[in-house]
C-alpha cells in the first residue's frame, strides 16, 4: 500500500471515529410534544366509572382560575340551547354527531371564535364539514348526506362542547338536567396538547362503538 493511500485511509478511519464519539456523547434532541392530558371516557371505560371521575375532576377548590372541561349532554342538542346549558362559559369546541338508530355516523368537532353570534354560525360550519367527508363506498357517502342534512336542518346534534371556565361555573353547569358531566382538565393544560373524547349519549354501561348494520335514509 502506498503511503499516501495509508495516510488517507487513516484519515477515514479517524473521521468515523469522530462521528460515532459524537453520536455516543451528544445529548439527543429533546423530545416532540406529546398529548397526555384528555378529556372524555376512554375506550372500554364502565361510564359508571368515567362519571365519578368527571365529578371528581370538579372537586377540587375554586382558585379563581379557569381550566378546560368538556360538558357532555344526554340527549344531545340543538346548538341554539348551548348557551342556555353552559351560562358564562367560553365555548371554543361543539362536537357534533347526528343519531341514527344502529348507524355509526361521524364525529365532526367545530371550532367556535368568541362570542355568541360565532357559537349561532357553528351548524352552517359544520354543514360544510359533513359535505366534505371522504366517502369510501355508497353506505359512507350516504351517512354523510345524512349528516349535512341534519346539521342543515339545526338537528339536536350536540353531544357535547369544550368550554374554559373556572370551577364554580363548571359545578354550576354539572347540576343542569340537560347535562350528563363535566369533567375539567388541570390548570396547566395547554390547548391544543389534549385529546377530547365524546362521551356519546349512547354509552350506557361501556364506552364501545355500537352496532352498524341499520338502513341509512336516503
Same mark, same amino acid.
Given at each position: 500500500?502506498?503511503?499516501?493511500?495509508? !495516510?488517507?485511509? &487513516?484519515?477515514?478511519?479517524?473521521?468515523?471515529?469522530?462521528? &460515532?464519539?459524537?453520536?455516543?456523547? #451528544?445529548?439527543?434532541?429533546?423530545?416532540?410534544?406529546?398529548?397526555?392530558?384528555?378529556?372524555?371516557?376512554?375506550?372500554?371505560? #364502565?361510564?359508571?366509572?368515567?362519571?365519578? /371521575? %368527571?365529578?371528581?375532576?370538579?372537586?377540587? $377548590?375554586?382558585?379563581?382560575? *379557569?381550566?378546560?372541561?368538556?360538558?357532555?349532554? %344526554? $340527549?344531545?342538542?340543538?346548538?341554539?340551547?348551548?348557551?342556555? #346549558?353552559?351560562?358564562? #362559559?367560553?365555548?371554543?369546541?361543539?362536537?357534533?354527531? &347526528?343519531?341514527?338508530? =344502529?348507524? *355509526?355516523?361521524?364525529?365532526?368537532?367545530?371550532?367556535? !371564535?368568541?362570542? +355568541?353570534?360565532?357559537?349561532?354560525?357553528?351548524?352552517?360550519?359544520?354543514?360544510?364539514? !359533513?359535505?366534505?367527508?371522504?366517502?369510501?363506498?355508497? /353506505?359512507?357517502? %350516504?351517512?354523510?348526506?345524512?349528516?349535512?342534512?341534519?346539521?342543515?336542518?339545526?338537528? !339536536?346534534?350536540?353531544?357535547?362542547?369544550?368550554?374554559?371556565? +373556572?370551577?364554580?361555573? &363548571?359545578?354550576?353547569?354539572?347540576? =343542569?338536567? +340537560?347535562?350528563?358531566?363535566?369533567?375539567?382538565?388541570?390548570?396547566?393544560?395547554?390547548?391544543? /396538547?389534549?385529546?377530547? =373524547?365524546?362521551?356519546?349519549?349512547?354509552?350506557?354501561?361501556?364506552?364501545?362503538?355500537?352496532?352498524?348494520?341499520? +338502513?341509512?335514509?336516503?
Amino acid at each position: 500500500m502506498s503511503r499516501g493511500r495509508a !495516510a488517507s485511509l &487513516l484519515a477515514v478511519v479517524a473521521l468515523v471515529g469522530l462521528v &460515532l464519539g459524537l453520536g455516543i456523547t #451528544a445529548p439527543p434532541p429533546p423530545p416532540r410534544g406529546v398529548a397526555t392530558d384528555a378529556l372524555g371516557p376512554d375506550g372500554g371505560e #364502565a361510564i359508571a366509572e368515567y362519571l365519578a /371521575r %368527571a365529578q371528581e375532576s370538579l372537586a377540587g $377548590p375554586a382558585e379563581g382560575g *379557569q381550566v378546560w372541561a368538556l360538558v357532555s349532554f %344526554a $340527549p344531545a342538542i340543538s346548538t341554539a340551547q348551548v348557551r342556555a #346549558a353552559v351560562g358564562e #362559559a367560553r365555548v371554543s369546541q361543539v362536537l357534533y354527531r &347526528l343519531s341514527l338508530d =344502529r348507524v *355509526q355516523t361521524p364525529l365532526l368537532v367545530q371550532q367556535v !371564535a368568541d362570542g +355568541d353570534a360565532a357559537l349561532a354560525a357553528a351548524d352552517d360550519l359544520a354543514v360544510v364539514k !359533513a359535505q366534505t367527508l371522504p366517502a369510501a363506498d355508497e /353506505r359512507q357517502a %350516504a351517512i354523510a348526506a345524512a349528516t349535512a342534512r341534519g346539521l342543515a336542518a339545526h338537528c !339536536a346534534c350536540v353531544v357535547g362542547v369544550l368550554v374554559r371556565a +373556572d370551577i364554580d361555573t &363548571l359545578r354550576a353547569v354539572s347540576e =343542569r338536567a +340537560d347535562v350528563r358531566a363535566v369533567e375539567a382538565l388541570p390548570a396547566d393544560a395547554v390547548y391544543g /396538547r389534549f385529546a377530547v =373524547r365524546p362521551l356519546l349519549p349512547e354509552y350506557l354501561d361501556v364506552a364501545s362503538v355500537g352496532p352498524d348494520d341499520g +338502513d341509512v335514509p336516503g
